[in-house]
Each structure stands twice: as structure tokens, then as C-alpha cells.
């Protein structure tokens, strides 16, 4: 079955602009998690969708959103971007019945955001 | 709030030789224990998990081992080989929420 895929792979934007990335998750997957790599920072948890909801959030600001529509495919938002910003964004997907203890993740190849 | 620890963050060892990468988590809930290895320019992949119920496991060169009343667990890799570099990460998870480590860059020397 196909796996977990994000697009775009590669994004510019510049200082102040907004970006949405997005992420379809294995098909009966119903949790989608989102994290932020940056060398040396590792995996740096943004927040977690499960049927819609988001269940977990990570410390964040308000500026990172997202969002999960009753397919299960997810967006990430991010507004007023900085410098900062720029990382690899890798979404992760796993069955997580909720409730139960979370399985394994899969993850997708990663949108890598360059902010200028 | 809930933090997973791991060490070292950077290991070089001698091809052949083995390696081993130390997590403790502080979620005592926590009750499933993958690690992810990632190369270069790739996604994370699952390479080998444990559960609460379980001690130790083994996957040919690679084992886990988990202690739940120290809240440790610890990846082994024997007999290590060039492909073996990449960053591994652990996690802890349990009640709806999985933690990642910060990763260990493990370079395999020749």
C-alpha cells in the first residue's frame, strides 16, 4: 500500500509570507502527527490530529496550525514565517486507536521549508 | 512535562566493534518503545520496538532491552557496519502521546 506522502518536498518563501504543507496519511490511518528537524534540535514535536481532532499539541507558537479533514489527510500552517523556520517538516502517521498505547509511526519523506 | 533523555547525542565506534545508545523517558504510562534510524536525506524508519511486557528483543544484529522500573531502554548493535551510520532516535509512548529522543549520530569508522 502506498505510504505516507507529503508535498511539496521543497519550498522557499520569504520573511513574513505563510506557507501550508501537506500530508496524506496510509490509507487507515486515522493519526497524523507533525514534527520539525533541524540539525542537532532531533525531532521536535508540533502537534498530533486523530479523526479530526487535534489530541496533542507541542510548545510551539500560535503561528504553526494544522488542521486534519475526515480522510485523514492533514495540513500544517505556518504564518508570518521566520528565518527560524527554516527546517525539514515530516508528518507521521500511525493506526493510534485512541486510547491505546500509539503504534508504530510511519513517517513521509518531509516538505525541507527554506525561509529567506 | 513528559521528556525522553537519550546518549550520547554523537558515537563513533570501530567497524566490527558494537554500539549503544541509552534513552530514559519520565512517562511512567509509556508502554511501547520503537527506535528509528535515519540516514542521510531519508525519513525515519522503525527498525526495532519493544513493549512494557517484554525485556529484551533481538532483530539479528540489532537488540533492544528495557528496564520499566528505571525507566530505561537501550538499542545494541553488534558487529556494526558502514551502513549502520546514520541518526537513531528513540521514543516512549503511551496514552495517545509518543516522545522523541534527540538523536545519535553514529558514525561507523573503518
Known amino acids: 500500500k502506498a505510504g505516507v506522502t507529503q508535498t511539496p518536498r521543497y519550498l522557499i518563501k520569504t520573511r513574513g509570507q505563510q506557507v501550508t504543507l501537506s500530508c496524506s496519511p496510509i490509507s487507515g490511518h486515522r493519526s497524523v502527527s507533525w514534527y520539525q528537524q533541524t540539525p542537532g534540535q532531533g525531532l521536535q514535536f508540533l502537534f498530533e490530529y486523530f479523526s479530526e481532532t487535534q489530541r496533542n499539541k507541542g510548545n510551539f507558537p500560535g503561528r504553526f496550525s494544522g488542521r486534519q479533514f475526515s480522510n485523514s489527510r492533514s495540513e500544517m500552517n505556518v504564518s508570518t514565517l521566520e528565518l527560524g523556520d527554516s527546517a525539514l517538516y515530516l508528518c507521521?502517521?500511525?493506526?493510534?486507536?485512541?486510547?491505546?498505547?500509539?503504534?508504530?509511526?510511519?513517517f513521509g519523506q518531509g516538505t525541507r521549508l527554506t525561509v529567506v | 512535562g513528559e521528556n525522553v533523555e537519550q546518549h550520547p547525542s554523537t558515537l563513533s565506534v570501530q567497524e566490527g566493534d558494537s554500539a549503544v545508545i541509552k534513552c530514559t523517558y519520565s512517562d511512567s504510562a509509556s508502554n511501547y518503545f520503537p527506535w528509528y534510524k535515519q540516514e542521510l536525506g531519508k525519513r525515519p524508519q522503525l527498525i526495532i520496538d519493544i513493549r512494557s511486557n517484554v525485556g529484551e528483543k533481538k532483530d539479528q544484529r540489532i537488540a533492544v532491552t528495557l528496564n520499566k522500573t528505571a525507566k530505561h531502554f537501550s538499542l545494541h548493535i553488534t558487529e556494526t557496519q558502514p551502513e549502520d551510520s546514520a541518526v537513531y532516535f528513540c521514543a516512549a509512548s503511551g496514552n495517545d502521546k509518543i516522545i522523541f529522543g534527540k538523536g545519535t549520530r553514529l558514525h561507523i569508522l573503518p
Open positions: 507521521a502517521s500511525s493506526l493510534a486507536v485512541g486510547g491505546a498505547s500509539v503504534s508504530e509511526a510511519f
